[in-house]
């Protein structure tokens, strides 16, 4: 039998690597330093415990001033895992391979309710990000370029419900959603183009222009790029990204499938 002392001996490491996880989870992204402060372990350990969990796939490490990231799999500790949280771990080599190339920031972000909600982000690898951290945040559908996208390339019905449902919000972002016909053309015009960009935002420098992963008909997420309206214009950016962005997601729609049906 285990005595009290072997038991805790065991235990604390343990104990260590969930508050490591708990503070990743809260952060996003960190720091040695920032995990330091948040969990008060000493740096030898916490260095330790990182690259534990970095070789047992939990951690990934994004460099030496950004720090580190959970992964997804860490999903796969609760029971919640879903299908839509495999799309964001097919997306993150592609979507890192298109910031280590066109130098902007990419995101990707899954359909929530009636929002867009951010699930992985290069923010960190871009040397041009200007926008605060939008990971794990809820962006609205009708001013995004992500959810503009959604509701473009969803199916007619998903479409309509998700429509009525903005129409009965309260909040401002949801107004426009009253005004059919201009959304009906505002998205007809999304369809035939390919691609949506944010709505005209003041104080923004950054615009998105997003494209859809999808799953036969429907909408599996969307992938947006953060460039600077200073830079160049949407018809510039268009014609330097818009062809990338697409491979980019057809990739990802074709591993997704891969590990749904390794699953």
């Not at 047992?56 to 839509?84: C, D, H």
């Not at 959304?183 to 035939?192: E, F, G, M, R, V």
């Not at 008909?217 to 460039?227: D, F, K, L, N, P």
Request: aromatic letters at 6%; glycine letters at 4%.
């Amino acid at each position: 039998m285990l005595q009290s002392h072997d038991t805790k001996e065991g235990v604390q490491p343990a104990l260590r690597s969930f508050r490591v996880l708990e503070a990743l989870n809260a952060a996003g992204t960190a720091t040695l330093m920032h995990l330091h402060e948040a969990t008060g372990l000493p740096k030898p350990t916490l260095v330790r415990l990182l690259d534990t969990m970095i070789a047992a796939g939990y951690v990934r490490r994004i460099s030496r001033s950004a720090g580190y990231t959970l992964t997804e799999r860490v999903l796969r500790l609760s029971s919640g895992f879903r299908y839509n949280d495999l799309v964001v771990e097919a997306a993150r080599p592609f979507l890192s391979a298109l910031t280590a190339e066109y130098k902007w920031p990419v995101a990707l972000a899954t359909f929530d309710r009636d929002a867009m909600l951010v699930r992985i982000s290069t923010r960190h690898e871009s040397p041009f990000s200007t926008d605060t951290d939008w990971l794990n945040k809820r962006l609205p559908m009708l001013v995004s370029a992500l959810g503009r996208t959604y509701l473009a390339f969803c199916p007619e019905e998903e479409r309509r419900l998700i429509l009525a449902l903005l129409r009965s919000s309260r909040a401002a972002v949801n107004a426009q959603a009253r005004d059919e016909k201009h959304i009906a053309s505002l998205l007809s015009a999304i369809h035939k183009r390919k691609y949506a960009t944010t709505a005209p935002m003041r104080g923004d420098p950054a615009i998105g222009i997003a494209v859809p992963v999808m799953n036969g008909e429907s909408v599996s997420a969307c992938i947006t790029m953060r460039y600077l309206g200073v830079a160049m214009s949407e018809a510039e950016a268009v014609r330097r990204y818009l062809a990338p962005m697409q491979r980019a997601a057809q990739g990802i729609a074709t591993a997704y499938e891969r590990l749904i049906n390794a699953a």
